[in-house]
């Protein structure tokens, strides 16, 4: 697909930049259709090379098959909003990922987390980074991730928060979908999952407990056939909630 490199504009406060973390439904898996190739000239990305492009998906490039998330709906949502500005994806999230890579102080095995903070700080040479938004837990869906989860997701928050030098910085997290409660087994047949619920219930619940968060529903989306992803539509849909959510903290 061809690509256009662009040059955001000199002025740093009117760059406004969101980093998208996570695993795989952050980083896209649904097919691509022509809207999602339309430009933005508004829209950027940081691309693998650290340099900045005109966002069209996939703008993942965590696998050879990544393809729509909720990052480019964000993203047009936000310039729409804010038609003054030029907003900058900054796109981290890895497929597979569980939290513990995006812990702050577990090298080596935080490459996932060091990662985003050097494309971050690499993003903010040009200009000012105004939020995050996170979509991960599939992977930790198990007996013992559930019971860790809580506090491995406060330290990524406290994490970023402090090594980005923004303790305010606003952080949005997203709901597990229901799709995912029933999985199939190994003789694809549906299970229940039971830990797909306890995660949600912890992210929702860190809103009572950290200043500058808050999460979005996962209700009313679809699968691409494989009860995991989002497909397109959906995913489309979970950006444009991401940027309802993000708006709230940049009114404050």
């Not at 760059?15 to 999602?36: P, Y």
């Not at 303790?167 to 199939?184: N, V």
Request: aromatic share 10%; hydrophobic share 35%.
């Amino acid at each position: 697909m061809l690509r256009q490199e662009a040059s955001p504009s000199t002025d740093k406060s009117k760059f406004w930049l969101f980093l998208l973390a996570g695993q795989s439904n952050m980083a896209g898996r649904g097919a691509v259709e022509a809207i999602d190739t339309m430009p933005n000239v508004h829209v950027l990305t940081l691309n693998k090379d650290g340099e900045w492009e005109i966002a069209k998906d996939p703008i993942h490039f965590d696998r050879t098959y990544a393809g729509v998330g909720p990052g480019l709906s964000f993203g047009k949502d936000m310039a729409k909003a804010y038609p003054a500005v030029y907003v900058g994806l900054i796109p981290c999230a890895v497929g597979g990922s569980s939290v513990t890579s995006w812990q702050p102080d577990n090298a080596p095995k935080n490459e996932n987390y060091l990662k985003a903070i050097e494309r971050c700080k690499k993003a903010m040479e040009t200009g000012t980074l105004k939020g995050i938004i996170w979509h991960q837990g599939e992977t930790d869906c198990t007996a013992k991730g559930v019971t860790t989860y809580e506090q491995r997701l406060i330290n990524t928050i406290n994490g970023f928060r402090k090594d980005l030098g923004m303790p305010a910085l606003p952080f949005i997290a997203g709901e597990l979908p229901a799709f995912q409660m029933h999985f199939p087994d190994k003789a694809d047949q549906l299970t229940d999952n039971p830990y797909v619920p306890q995660i949600n219930q912890i992210i929702a619940g860190l809103k009572a407990k950290l200043e500058n968060y808050d999460y979005v529903k996962a209700d009313s989306t679809d699968h691409r056939g494989d009860r995991l992803h989002f497909n397109s539509a959906s995913a489309r849909l979970m950006g444009k909630r991401y940027a309802v959510a993000m708006k709230q903290y940049l009114k404050k």
